[in-house]
């Protein structure tokens, strides 16, 4: 396990991050025998990723059958609403693989409260896992995907949000938005989605270049908090990554 300590990586542009993303995807998937879990994201950042997935050699040869796709955070809207963040997984590659339905995790936006969708979403991750509780020895994703907001956000764990703290519950209602679209939200918290073999950020575009400066020189933001049991990588493209990162 190496903890927090995080490895930088830059690529050319954002379908080099894709490319290194789907490999390393498909590698730690081979690495569990059984059922394996993945936790994605929305945001624009992974969208090439998914576009990927649903191409060969990955439409053919990843074992869908027994490869479940958790999501680290959800939009509190209708499962076909466009801001839905399982919705554009679904579009881009979950719905045109041999995925099966059961296999698909999305979050119960049609339960009364973001607070009670994330109480369902914990019982679900806890039958999948087995346990009540995490076990550091035993992670609970084999892949976690991340992405980073313009104001240090990471899933929907906002600057100075309660939720930052939350150390028992596995999956917290974020009743409001810190930032743009201002629906509330589902999101796991830190240590749950800590529970993982590799975590892996997918940060592209130089509007991200700021904000990312900012988190790498561990700003107390919440994309800064993040940790992982495992590996723990970021995967820049070029017009992202700041300068000291950029290589130029």
């Not at 059984?34 to 060969?56: H, M, N, Q």
């Not at 399982?86 to 339905?101: E, I, K, N, S, T």
């Not at 509007?207 to 990312?212: G, Q, S, T």
């Amino acid at each position: 396990m190496t903890g927090n300590k995080r490895t930088i990586i830059v690529l050319s542009d954002a379908q080099a991050i894709a490319a290194d993303a789907a490999t390393r995807l498909q590698a730690r998937i081979a690495q569990t025998s059984g059922p394996v879990a993945i936790c994605i994201t929305g945001g624009e950042s992974p969208a090439p990723l998914y576009a990927l997935l649903a191409c060969e050699p990955y439409r053919g040869t990843l074992p869908w059958h027994r490869t479940h796709w958790f999501i680290g955070d959800e939009r509190f809207v209708p499962a076909h609403d466009p801001l839905s963040n399982m919705g554009m997984a679904r579009r881009l590659f979950l719905d045109r693989v041999d995925a099966p339905a059961e296999n698909i995790h999305a979050m119960e936006t049609s339960a009364g409260t973001p607070t009670a969708a994330a109480r369902l979403y914990e019982l679900e991750l806890k039958r999948f896992y087995g346990r009540d509780e995490l076990d550091p020895g035993r992670p609970l994703f084999a892949l976690v995907l991340m992405g980073l907001g313009a104001d240090g956000h990471t899933a929907s764990l906002f600057p100075h949000a309660p939720s930052l703290h939350e150390r028992q519950r596995w999956v917290v209602g974020v009743n409001e938005a810190g930032l743009a679209p201002f629906v509330p939200r589902v999101t796991l918290t830190l240590p749950t989605l800590a529970s993982t073999r590799e975590m892996l950020f997918l940060v592209t575009g130089e509007e991200k270049r700021a904000i990312l400066a900012r988190v790498l020189a561990r700003e107390d933001l919440p994309a800064s908090c993040a940790y992982s049991q495992g590996a723990l990588v970021w995967l820049l493209d070029r017009a992202a990554a700041p300068e000291e990162h950029d290589g130029g």
